[in-house]
């Protein structure tokens, strides 16, 4: 069932995740995985890539990616309108990053930086480095144990979903990096204070 996105400053956004039982809990955890992934395949205005259970008011380790696979390639920028059409819906149970790159990045083009955004800080963007390739370790619903590198832009939507699991939000890092921050106006990007971060909890 969809489920409505929790916004800030709700406090469950900001909550350590626990471990799924994927033994004792599981036909529970299938009922969450149906919810998580209806939720962002029907979302739309903005459509989403990525939803964490903690999105959804689950303070469990699980999020689920809505991407085409050739955005898990090296230097992948956002997809285009076409690949969208190619989008994939995917749950990862139980996540764990393994091993990453040793640099990071803000995109393939250094002079236009991908700008991340969250269903649950609407309208508002910024860069965040992230690793160029993560190992995923991880459980699909299926619980089939899996390990998985991925690169470029699959490889940030990871991580972007792996910190909501952890109660990190992507204006963390525009607040310890003392990075621009945007708002989208009328489909476009308008740089605003980024101290508006501080109310956002």
């Not at 409505?4 to 406090?11: Q, R, S």
């Not at 640099?103 to 992230?130: A, H, M, W």
């Not at 089939?144 to 909501?164: C, L, N, W």
Request: net charge negative.
């Amino acid at each position: 069932m969809k489920k409505p996105i929790l916004t800030v400053p709700n406090p469950m956004l900001r909550t350590k995740s626990v471990d799924l039982d994927l033994k004792k809990d599981l036909p529970l955890i299938q009922s969450y995985i149906k919810d998580l992934e209806e939720t962002l395949g029907k979302k739309a205005n903005p459509k989403g890539v990525g939803l964490s259970a903690p999105q959804i008011g689950k303070n469990l380790r699980m999020f689920s990616s809505f991407l085409p696979p050739s955005s898990n390639a090296k230097d992948q920028d956002r997809p285009t309108e076409e690949e969208k059409d190619e989008a994939v819906l995917a749950t990862y149970l139980n996540p764990v990053i393994v091993n990453t790159s040793k640099d990071k990045t803000f995109g393939p083009n250094p002079e236009d930086p991908i700008l991340e955004g969250c269903l649950s800080i609407p309208q508002l963007y910024g860069p965040v480095p992230r690793f160029s390739w993560v190992t995923l370790h991880f459980w699909t619903p299926k619980l089939e144990e899996k390990e998985v590198v991925f690169h470029g832009f699959f490889a940030r939507v990871i991580q972007h979903e792996f910190d909501h699991l952890e109660g990190i939000l992507f204006v963390d890092y525009i607040r310890e990096l003392n990075l621009p921050l945007f708002e989208q106006q009328n489909k476009k990007m308008i740089e605003i204070d980024p101290t508006i971060i501080n109310a956002l909890g």
